[in-house]
């Protein structure tokens, strides 16, 4: 990356370690947050999705969701130019396009979704292929244990276990609210991890690479929890 993008994008894990830091601490943690959200919100108030901070994660977006990109901007994909590569210690390496996606079974699943830095969105209709079916098919071989997620911005990667990864509520997901993905939510597929922050779910993904040991990913190499679990409780389908 040019320099001057990455001088930018060093402001952002400080801010972002100190939210985590604070929720760590507890109710007074969580009390504070906003605040340094909104100080945070302010100062990037010159920040467009366009520009090239690195920064335009804390724009408010339609439903509660907020828009993150580490770079600032991502080229656009579809089903005339988007490939899924599944490589790394596997028997057979694959490449998908979106339609063959499509083509595979559908899962569907319904959570809260939740970000470290205070925000959620309950009740999330994501749909798509489940990551165990895209793994069986490549056939993981000795010693693959973890995946690592690459993304077609060019920066942001994502890691699990592969125990993490065979999970019934993972997905390669291709619909989100029950609709294609759009670009800004990741589209066309992003990762979906249901019972982990948000962070884990990278979206723009390009690369599915099965490792022999977990590569910590873009915001872990920052300070954030490899395993990114919620608790028990944001963890449950959504009463409805
Ligand atoms: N490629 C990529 N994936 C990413 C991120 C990112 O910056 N780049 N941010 C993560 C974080 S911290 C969150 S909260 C969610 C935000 O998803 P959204 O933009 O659809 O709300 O994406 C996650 N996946
Ligand atoms: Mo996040």
Redesign the pocket.
């Known amino acids: 990356m040019a320099g001057k993008p990455k001088r930018r994008a060093e402001g952002a894990p400080v801010g972002r370690r100190a939210v985590l830091g604070m929720l760590g601490a507890g109710a007074a943690g969580i009390a504070a947050a906003p605040y340094l959200q909104r100080g945070w919100e302010k100062a990037l108030s010159v920040a467009s999705e366009k520009d090239a901070t690195g920064l335009t994660?804390l724009l408010p977006?339609p439903g509660g969701?907020?828009?993150?990109?580490?770079v600032g901007s991502v080229p656009h994909k579809d089903e005339t130019d988007y490939e899924l590569r599944v490589d790394g210690l596997v028997e057979r390496q694959r490449r998908y396009t979106l339609a063959e996606l499509r083509a595979m079974p559908q899962t569907r699943v319904v959570r809260d979704v939740l970000?470290t830095d205070g925000w959620r969105v309950n009740g999330t209709p994501f749909e798509g292929v489940l990551l165990a079916d895209l793994l069986d098919a490549a056939g993981v071989r000795s010693p693959g244990a973890a995946i690592r997620f690459t993304?077609f911005?060019g920066e942001?990667t994502e890691s699990l276990t592969l125990e993490q990864a065979r999970r019934a509520d993972v997905l390669v997901a291709l619909n989100m609210q029950d609709k294609p993905l759009t670009h800004?939510?990741?589209g066309p597929v992003r990762l979906y991890v249901a019972p982990m922050y948000?962070?884990k779910?990278?979206?723009?993904l390009s690369g599915i690479t099965v490792t022999d040991k977990v590569v910590p990913g873009y915001?872990e190499e920052r300070g954030y929890a490899v395993d990114g679990w919620l608790d028990e409780a944001d963890q449950r389908p959504e009463a409805a």
């Open positions: 994660g977006n969701f907020r828009y993150f990109s580490v970000c993304c911005d942001y800004a939510h990741g948000f962070y779910s990278a979206k723009w915001w």
